[in-house]
C-alpha cells in the first residue's frame, strides 16, 4: 500500500527515507487521521517532509500523483523559461557553424543598430532577427561565431564578445543535502580541537599532580573544554562558465555551512578584485571592500577559493581586465595580497583536471597560488584541506 | 489524549495533526516557523489542554546533551571528601537530574520542550538521538539505567539557524509553523482581545499586512508583535479613524515602535514615508 506512492516521491527528488514511511504507514494504522484527503496531505506531510524548503516539491509531487494527472497548474509557470534555453536552442552541426560568416566588429555594431530599428515584435529562431535561438548574431541562446548577446543567458558556446546585460546571478541554494555526505566527511579533516573559554572542566591529570605537590590536600585544576577552532573564509566564484558546476559548489557549499562554526563566504564573479558580496541578489548594492574583509579576519583563518579559473588572461594581468567594470589593479595584485593576509588558502577549481593545462588563465592562477590549486572531487578536496591543515 | 487547540490558542487543522500524530505514535515533534508565530505557546498550550505537566528545556550554545539527562558534581564530592562529610560514600547524593530524567520518572504523561534546539552546538542533537528514540539512557555512576514508563511527549522549536542532521529529522514529525493568513489572524486576536472594537480591529490589520509588505524589512512584524500593538492602541484609546487616513502609506502609523523593533527598519519606513509624501 502506497509504495508507489513513497516511490513517486523519491523520484521527484524528495529526500525521504524507508523510516518515514513506516511511519506514516504507523499513523495510518493508528488512525491519527480522518479518511480525507486534506487529512491525508497533511499527515504525509508531517511525516515525510522534514524541511519546509522542500514542501513546494511535495505539493508538486503530492498533487501529481494524486490527480492522476500529468502537471499540476503550478507546474506549468516553470516551463516556458526551460523552453526558451532547450527547446529554441538549434543545434548546428559543425559545418552549419563553418558556413556562418564571421562579421567584423564595426560591420556588427552597424548591423545591430539597423536590426533594431527594423525590428517591431518578438522573434525567435530564423537567423537574422533578434530574438532567442536561431544563428542570428543578435540575441542570446544562439550560436554565432563572433555574436552580441543580449539579455538572457549565454548559451554553451559562450563566444559572445560583450555582456550587455545585468545579470542575475542565482544565490548557491545550501540545501541540497544529497550527496554531501561525503564531503562533509572530507571536510572533517580540517577540524582542530583547541582548548578555549570559560575552564568547566575537571583536569584529571593536573589534579592528582596538584594534590601529591600539596601532600594529600586536595588541588583541583579545571580546564576549558576542546572545541572545534578552526576558521573558514569560503570565496566562491559565480555565474558565468561556472554555471556548469553549480550542482558541485552547491553540496560543497551546503556541507561546509554545517560543519564550521566559523565560516564567512563571499562571492566574486572571475577573478577576485577590490570587492566581494554575499548576497547575489544585492551584489550592486552592497559591496564589501577586499580591504576590509582581509583587515577583519586575521591570518587564522584558512582560505578555501572556489572557482574554475577560466577567463581570458588579461582578466587576471591587466588593470582594467575585468568583464564587469574598470579594476585600478590587476587581479593578480589582489590574489597576492590575499595570499599575503592569509598564508594558508587553497584553490579548488571544478573542471577536469586533465584540462588544467590547456587553459592560460588555469596554468595563471595556479602559478600565483603556488600550485595549492586542487580539483573538487572527493580526492582532491582531501589532499586541499590536508595542505591547509599543515 | 487528542489536541484540539485552546481558548487562548488558534490551532490549524495542519498544526492539530501534526500534534496529534506525535502524541499517538509518541515521537518527537519538531516545530519550525517565523519568530513570533507562537511555537513556544504551542508547548504550554499542549500541556495545559491534555492537563498534564510541563517541563522546560531552553537549549543556549554552551549546553551539552548530556546536562538534559543528569549532570555529576564531581567537584562538589570532591571538596566534601576531604572535609569528612558523610553524603561523601554515596555517589548518588551528587547526581543532578536533568530535564528528560525529571520526565521520564514522573510515571505520568508530561510534556517535554525542547526549545531552540538550533542554538546548541552541531552534535547537539545527534547525542541526543538515543535518548529520545527509546527514552532511557543510562547512568555510568550509579550503573543505573532510567526508563521512561510512560513516553512523554516532546516538543522541539527551532529558528533555523544551524542544519539539524538527518538522523535526527527522520526520528521527528515536522511541521512548519507558516504565518497566519488574514482570517487566521482575525481568529487569533479575537482570542486574545475578545471586546476589541470591530472596525479598530480591521484597520489595524490592514495596517499591519501593508507594513509586512514593505520590501527590504530586516525583521517583518509577527503576530506577538502585532498583539503588543493591538494591547497599546486600547490601552492609549486610540479611535480607529486614527489609523484610516486616505493616504496611509504617507503617516506613520501611532505607536509604530511596537511593531518595528529594529532601528534600520524604522528609518527605512520613515525614508519611505517621507518619499511617498514627497511624491503626492
Known amino acids: ?339 599575503d593576509t592569509w598564508p594558508r588558502a587553497v584553490w579548488l577549481n571544478p573542471e577536469p583536471e586533465r584540462l588544467w593545462d590547456y587553459r592560460h588563465s588555469i596554468e595563471l592562477i595556479r602559478t600565483i597560488f603556488n600550485s595549492r590549486m586542487y580539483p573538487l572531487t572527493l580526492a582532491g578536496l582531501e589532499t586541499a584541506m590536508r595542505q591547509l591543515n599543515k | 489524549m487528542r489536541f484540539e487547540g485552546t481558548d487562548s490558542y488558534v490551532a490549524t487543522p495542519d498544526l492539530m495533526l501534526a500534534v496529534n500524530a506525535a502524541i499517538t505514535l509518541q515521537r518527537p515533534l519538531l516545530i519550525k516557523g517565523e519568530p513570533g508565530t507562537g511555537k513556544t505557546m504551542l508547548a504550554e498550550e499542549v500541556a495545559g489542554a491534555l492537563g498534564v505537566p510541563l517541563l522546560q528545556w531552553h537549549i543556549k550554545s554552551t549546553t551539552k546533551a548530556q546536562q538534559g539527562l543528569y549532570e555529576y558534581d564531581a567537584v562538589s564530592r570532591l571538596r566534601d571528601s576531604q572535609l569528612g562529610d558523610e553524603k561523601v560514600k554515596d555517589i548518588s547524593n551528587y547526581i543532578v537530574k536533568g530535564v528528560l530524567w525529571q520526565a521520564f520518572e514522573q510515571g505520568k504523561p508530561s510534556v517535554i520542550l525542547i526549545d531552540e534546539v538550533d542554538k546548541a552546538d552541531i552534535e547537539f542533537p545527534n547525542d541526543l538521538l538515543r535518548e529520545l528514540d527509546r527514552m532511557e539512557f543510562h547512568v555510568y555512576e550509579t550503573r543505573e539505567t532510567v526508563r521512561a514508563a510512560v513516553r512523554p511527549i516532546v516538543i522541539i522549536t527551532s529558528n533555523n539557524e544551524k542544519e539539524l542532521p538527518d538522523a535526527f529529522l527522520r526520528r521527528c514529525f515536522f511541521h512548519y509553523i507558516k504565518f497566519p493568513d488574514k482570517e487566521t489572524m482575525g481568529r487569533i486576536v479575537d482570542v486574545h482581545f475578545p471586546k476589541l472594537k470591530q472596525n479598530l480591529l480591521r484597520e489595524a490589520m490592514e495596517v499591519f499586512f501593508e507594513l509586512r509588505e514593505v520590501p527590504g524589512m530586516k525583521k517583518k512584524p509577527s503576530t506577538s508583535e502585532l498583539l503588543d500593538w493591538l494591547k497599546l492602541l486600547v490601552a492609549e484609546d486610540i479611535p480607529p479613524e486614527a489609523l484610516r487616513s486616505k493616504d496611509r502609506k504617507t503617516v506613520v502609523p501611532p505607536l509604530a515602535g511596537a511593531l518595528l523593533k529594529n532601528e534600520q527598519d524604522v528609518h527605512l519606513f520613515e525614508r519611505l514615508v517621507f518619499m511617498a509624501r514627497q511624491n503626492r
Open chain 1, 1 to 339: 500500500m502506497l509504495i508507489d506512492f513513497f516511490l513517486h516521491l523519491k523520484s521527484k527528488k524528495l529526500p525521504v527515507s524507508t523510516r518515514e514511511f513506516l511511519t506514516l504507514l504507523e499513523a495510518l494504522k493508528e488512525r491519527v487521521a480522518s479518511n480525507s484527503i486534506d487529512d491525508f496531505y497533511f499527515l504525509a506531510r508531517t511525516c515525510l517532509v522534514k524541511d519546509e524548503t522542500h514542501y513546494d516539491k511535495f505539493d508538486q509531487a503530492f498533487g501529481e500523483y494524486f490527480k492522476g494527472v500529468q502537471q499540476v497548474p503550478g507546474l506549468d509557470a516553470d516551463i516556458p523559461e526551460e523552453w526558451l534555453k532547450m527547446m529554441m536552442k538549434k543545434h548546428l552541426t559543425p559545418e552549419e557553424k563553418a558556413k556562418l560568416e564571421k562579421l567584423g566588429w564595426d560591420k556588427l555594431m552597424e548591423e545591430f543598430k539597423k536590426r533594431l530599428e527594423e525590428q517591431k515584435e518578438r522573434h525567435a529562431g530564423g537567423s537574422k532577427w533578434i530574438g532567442t535561438g536561431g544563428s542570428s548574431p543578435f540575441g542570446h541562446g544562439g550560436y554565432h561565431p563572433e555574436g552580441i548577446r543580449i539579455g538572457g543567458k549565454s548559451a554553451g558556446n559562450r563566444t559572445a564578445i560583450k555582456v550587455w546585460e545585468n545579470r542575475e546571478y542565482r544565490n548557491l541554494d545550501d540545501t541540497v543535502e544529497l550527496g554531501t555526505r561525503n564531503i562533509k566527511i572530507a571536510l572533517r579533516r580540517l577540524r582542530r580541537f583547541a582548548r578555549e573559554g570559560a575552564e568547566d572542566e575537571l583536569d584529571l591529570d593536573g589534579t592528582i599532580t596538584g594534590t601529591a605537590r600539596n601532600a594529600g590536600w586536595l588541588d583541583i585544576k579545571m580546564r576549558p573544554e576542546r572545541h572545534n577552532k578552526v576558521k573558514v573564509l569560503l570565496f566562491l566564484d559565480i555565474g558565468g562558465s561556472m554555471d556548469d558546476h553549480i550542482k558541485v559548489c552547491e553540496e560543497l557549499f551546503s556541507a561546509a555551512k554545517s560543519e564550521f562554526k566559523h565560516l564567512e563566504y563571499f562571492y566574486f564573479h572571475n577573478c577576485i578584485y577590490d570587492y566581494v558580496w554575499k548576497d547575489n541578489r544585492r551584489r550592486h548594492g552592497e559591496r564589501f571592500p577586499l580591504w576590509d574583509v582581509m583587515h577583519k579576519y586575521g591570518e587564522d583563518y584558512k582560505v578555501v577559493v572556489v572557482g574554475d579559473a577560466t577567463m581570458s588572461p588579461y582578466e587576471i594581468l591587466q588593470p582594467g581586465g575585468s568583464v564587469e567594470y574598470s579594476n585600478e589593479e590587476a587581479g593578480a595584485t589582489w590574489l597576492q595580497r590575499m595570499l
